[in-house]
C-alpha cells in the first residue's frame, strides 16, 4: 500500500496545505475531529495580539484593532463554509452557551409548545443544554431513535436539535429532509454542525435550517477550546430573543443604560465580553479553512478514509464499522467497535498514531483532509493491524484510564 | 510635585513590580480598571500553550499538561485573593455568563421568591442578566437606589445582587453588613467583584457571601476578554443547581451518557469547553498579583489616588469629584463628573494619559497598583490640568464617538 498512497499523494491537490499547519514528527494524527492541528501562522498571530494589540495599544485596541467587530468577523469567514450569509453568523462563548441560547430562543418563538425532541446518543452537551432549560421548566425533553425522529415530531415539539455528523459513529443526517420533516411538524430546526464544519460542505440556508452552533477547535482549528459559532436565519433575525442578555448584545452597550434593548441583528446573540485572544487564533484557522475549500476538503476526507478500509482490508483487519459504509452518509471519520477499543488507542497513541476512544468501546479516527496524507492512512492501518496481531493493547500500561478519555 | 513624587517612588514597596509589566513608552495608563496591562511572562507562557501544549501535544494535553484542571486551578489562585477556599472558586465563561448561572441558581435555592434585588446604576450585565431571567418568566427584577437596598429586601426577594465597587463612581459596598441584611430577609447575596477583585482585600467567606462572580481582565491582568470567575460558599456546594448544564459540569463527562448528572463540587458551574489559550494567559496574571498581595496592592492605591488629589490641587483643577472622597469608601479608581468629559478623555488620550469616559459625563481615571508610579499621578494630574486649562478638548478631533468609549 506504500506505492499506491505515493502515487496518491502526488495526485493530491491538497497536499501543500500539509505545510501550513505543524503536524509533529512521528504523529499521525487522527484526532482533528476532537482537537484539530495548529495553523503554522496562529502563533506569530496570537503574539501580535498579545505583545502588540494588548500590551502597546492597551484598551485602544477595542476600536484600532477593531476587537468589538471580532465575533462578527470571524462569524462572517464561517458563513460561507455552512451556507449561511455574512450578516447570521457571530463567533462566541461555547457551543453549550449557544445551544443553550438557540434552544430559548426557538421555545419564545413556539409559545404553547415545549418540546424539544433529538436522539438518544445525540453530543452530550447538546442533551443536557436542553435539560437545563427543563430544570428551569421551560422545555420538555423528548427523544426518539434516529429512524423514529419523524413520527415524534407531534403538535408539542417547538424545536428539533440534532447534530449533523455524529460525535461517534459520523454518521450524517439528511438535514434537509429532517428539517422539512421539523417545519412541515410547525417546529423549529436547530443544527449542531460542530462535527462537520470545515470538512464537509453545509447548506443551512438551502434547506432553510433555522438554527445551528458549531465548535471552533475541531475541523476549524482554532486551538483547545475555541470560542464557537451561532447562527441564526435572516428571518428571524428581527424577532429572536434569547435569555442571554449580556452587555455585548445590547443596541448600545456603551450607552450603559439600566434597561436592555437587544441589538437589531446577530449581536443580539452576544453576552459577555468576547475572548480576542482566542478569536483572533480562530480567526486563523477559519481563514485557512476557507481558503482551502470545504468542497475539496471533503471530497479528499472521503478519499482518505476509504482508502484507509482498502488498507485495513489489506493487512487482514477486520474490524466492525459503526460508521457507515457509504462515505455520503457519513462525516471525515471512521469509528469501529471493539471490547478493547480504550486499550487500543492508548497502544496507537504510544506509537504515535492518535484516534480517540469514545465510551464503551468506540475507536474513532478522524480524518482532517487539510493535514492528512495517504501515506499516513498506509501507516496508521499497518500499525492498527500490527496493535490487533501482537495484542500489545493487553499490556497493563494501556489499560488504565485517564481524566480525559 | 515631581519631588514628592520621586520621594514617593523611593519609598514605594511595590516599585519593583512595575518591571514585571509591559507598561507602554509614552503611557500614562490609568485603564487597568478596564483593560489592565500584559504581564511579561504572559507572552512566553502563552507560546508555549501555542506552540508546545496545543501545536506539538495536541489532544494528549488534556492529560499532560493538566488542561482539564486549569478551571480550577486558576479559581484556586483568585480564591484566596477574595477570601474564598480554594475550592469554591472556578474559571471560566464570561462574567455575564457567571451571573446568569448564579442568579438562576440563587432563585432554585428560593422557591417561591422571585425577586432579584439590585440598584439603578449597576453594571448594566449584571442588570440585563437579571433581564434575562425575567423575560423566561422566572425572576422579577427589582431596582432600590443604595441608600434603600434594605427597605427593599422582604419576603419576595431571593436575592441580592450588587457589584461591591461601582464601575462608575468607585463606591464600596460595605460586604459585610448588605450580606447580612440580605440574609436577615431570607434572601440570597450575590456580590460581583469585577471592579475589585485583585485591587483591593475581598473577604466573601468572612462576610457569609453566598455567591460572587468577578473579571479576568481587569486588576487580575488575563487580557481583553479573559475568562471570568465564579464563586460558590462551599455550604451550598452540594445543593446548588444551575441551569447551563454544559458537559463539563457533569460529573463524568467522558462517560457521555444521555443524562446530566452535576459534578459534586465546583466543577457544576462548568459548561462547555473551556478555552485554554485565555485562561493560561489568565493564570499569569492572577499569580502576579497573588504574588504582589492585595493588602499591599490596596494601601498604594490609596496613596496613589490620594497623591493625585493632592496634585490636582496644586495644580488649580477643581472637577467634580463622584467618587467617595474617603478612599476607605472607594475602591482604586477616581472619577470625575464633566460635561465635556469624552472629548476630555480623548485629548488626554493624545498626550498618552489613557483614562476612559463612561456615559455620558464621567470622567474615570482607575489606578493599578502594581504597575503605576507616583510619577505618573502628577504627570497625569499636571496633563490633566494643561487640557482643562488651554481648552484643547474642544478640538473637533476630541468630539467624535468612537465604537467603543
Redesign the interface.
Known sequence: MPERAAILDAGDPLAPYRDRF?V?QG?I?L?GN??G??PRA??AR??D???G???????????SAG???LPRRVGSIIAPLIGAQPHEVTAC?????NL?KLI?AALALRPGRKVVLSE??????D???I???E????ATRR?AARDHLKDALDADVALLLLTHTHY?TGALFDMAALTRAAHEAGALMLWDLSHSVGALPVDLNGCEADFAVGCG?KYLNG??????FAFVADRHLAEV??????????AS????????AAAPGIEKLL?????????A?LEVGVELIAEIGVEALYAKSQKLSEFFRQCLVEAGVDLELVSPSDPARRGSQLSFRHRHAYAICQAL?ARGV?G?F??PDILRFGFAPAYLSFADMADAARHLAEVLESGEYEREEFQER????
Open positions: 505543524e509533529p504523529v494524527y484526532d476532537s482537537l492541528c495548529l496562529t502563533p496570537v503574539e495580539v498579545v505583545r494589540e494588548w500590551g502597546r495599544d492597551l484598551i485602544r485596541s477595542w476600536n476587537w468589538i467587530d462563548d461555547t457551543t453549550s452557551v443553550f430559548a438518544p446518543g445525540n453530543f452530550p452537551s442533551l443536557y443544554m435539560a437545563g432549560l430544570r428551569q421548566g421551560l427523544l461517534k477547535y486551538g483547545p477550546g475555541a470560542p464557537a430573543e434569547q435569555p442571554l442578555t449580556g452587555w455585548m448584545g445590547h452597550p456603551f450607552a450603559f443604560s439600566d434597561d436592555y453576552c459577555g465580553t468576547p475572548g480576542i485572544i482566542g478569536l487564533a497513541i492518535i480517540d469514545r465510551d485517564a481524566a480525559v478519555t
